[in-house]
């Protein structure tokens, strides 16, 4: 059993110790608050507006002019029985820095889901063409033609992707190797906390249906 | 138990505020007026003045406090000595600080809390009351949560930690360090007045100044900025209950729990918002107002009173209630953990066609 208050404060110091990490080294994230939502057994995480990872290193030893800003909106599930996370939705939004225009280059979302649903990885990855809900500071103006006309159903089984697995992927991404390693020895301790999915339970899930055992679970 | 050192030119006020504080602090603080009777030899600031006067007392009885009329002028040996040139010699020497005006304009104009508020991470602590008695209050208030952080901040175990972890647990709620460090990350760094002495390796005058830079952090930026702490009308705004509602003893009972009583909490009240949260949460209740009703207690909600919307945030120059689409967040200035501090849309305008933001 984990209580409300505790699921609360990991989630608020996680975000509050990594934002604060990565604003004193010069990249910069808007923060959003923690909200939460009860319903039964089950607490919904949702971030107040999407995070806002704003003039970003387009990658790691991009030249200073490659930039990006990058829109995070996170809902996670946790279970106060056994303080598993049984659901998470990742929607991530990349805009490439063009001058003062703004290029909506990539849309991506992670799915995961403890009650596995027919024909999906139990964890995947699977591009977007749509843009999350905008933080109130977040230009208004900008080009989504790239995004326009992509295939949308293409799901790519990945590995856990949530909102620890968020920042994990952005820090290897895009920041220098020895901020890098220092994000870690000063953030670890408060990712860590994040709930994981119980993966004991989502074997037994798995295997409740005709499926496939393999690094890309499926059940049909 | 240290001083209070009053600075008031004003002999009537200032003998007002003195027994005032005696009674408040049940004699348990000494206070003491300064002593105006000698100016500055020529040459001598009145910075440096004031300064030596202060040093050659200090040993006899710590000095917890220094309270300063903002306008000094009838001192008559310090022709145009104002509270600036005190602060300065507060901040030299590493004692708490605080200011009242006699010209409540000056303080209630909204431009100029605007301005105040902009350069929060410089400013000094300012009384909001009106008057010598609610002056007195306030002034006991801030010495009794000065001296509480001292007497803290002695303890090895809080003196070796972080300041903001420190801070956190003197503040009753160690579990909240991270958060209160954003109030104090980006541009606006209060840490500044010490930071020389870090450099140093000074560290006997960095925890001699602590109690002064916590208290100060404290008092003007985690409790004034509604995020992590709500006070009454950000409450009322964060819980969907009328303000009027939320001054009644039989709703505030309700909160009692989520209510915050570590330093300062004397001078008015202040929720923690997390609490209030999980207090909602943990009987199923979508807002403060649905919480009551499910106690038999109907409130009115709480609504933005230009568009009669929920409101749900706090303007930071009107000191309203305020909707989301009815206010701008976001201010690079607020303290980032401030997120429920806004400023509505009218004022917002108004204001920054006058200076710029």
Known sequence: MVNVGYVQGVYQNCLAETCRFLNKHGFAVIVSRV?????????????????????????????????????????????????????????????????????????????????????????????????????????????????????????IPTAFVNFAGLFAKLIADHLPADTVSEFWSTCKSYIDKIPAHASNDVVKEILAGKSLQSHSWYKW | MSRILLFDDVESKRNEISQELLRLTDKQAEVVAFDADSGPDEGVTYEQHIERQLRANIDDAPIGLIACDKELGMYGNYPGLSANAISVVARTLGIPFCQYSRHPMATQREIDRFNTLKRWDSEEITLTGNGSKEWAGEIAHLWRGFEFIRTEYTNPQIGKLKPATALATIMGRKDAATRIS?????????????????????????????????????????????????????????????????????????????????????????????????????????????????????????????????????????????SRANSKGNINWFPSGADLSRIRNSKFEQITSLVSM
């Open chain 2, 182 to 322: 954003l109030y104090g990350s980006g541009d606006q760094s209060v840490m500044t007045e010490v930071f020389a002495f870090v450099e140093d390796g000074d560290y006997d005058t960095v925890a001699h100044r602590m109690p002064r830079v916590l208290g100060t952090w404290l008092r003007l930026s985690i409790l004034r900025f509604p995020g992590l702490l709500v006070n009454e009308t950000a409450a009322a705004s964060y819980l969907n209950v009328s303000t009027d509602d939320l001054k009644k003893e039989k709703v505030r009972n309700f909160f009692s729990g989520a209510r915050y009583n570590g330093p300062f909490s004397g001078i008015e009240t202040w929720w923690w918002r997390d609490d209030l949260e999980i207090l909602l949460l943990e009987a199923d209740a979508s807002d403060g107002k649905a919480f009551l009703q499910t106690k038999g207690v109907p409130v009115e909600p709480c609504l933005d009173d230009e568009t009669s919307e929920r409101a749900g945030f706090y303007c930071m120059i009107t000191r309203t209630p305020v």
């Open chain 1, 35 to 155: 909200g939460l939502d009860k319903d039964g057994q089950e607490l919904v995480v949702t971030l107040a507006e999407p995070l806002y990872f704003k003039d970003w290193p387009y990658r790691t030893g991009a030249k200073p002019n490659e930039k990006l800003d990058i829109l995070a909106e996170i809902t996670e599930t946790i279970s106060l029985n056994d303080g598993h996370c049984v659901r998470s939705t990742l929607r991530l939004n990349y805009f490439r820095l063009d001058g003062e225009k703004r290029i909506a280059c990539e849309a991506i979302h992670y799915d995961f889901d403890a009650t596995v649903e027919k024909q999906h990885p139990v964890c995947h990855a699977q591009n977007s063409n749509s843009i999350v809900a905008l933080p109130e500071i977040f230009p208004e103006t900008y080009d989504a033609t790239p995004l326009a006309k992509r295939h949308q159903d293409i799901r």
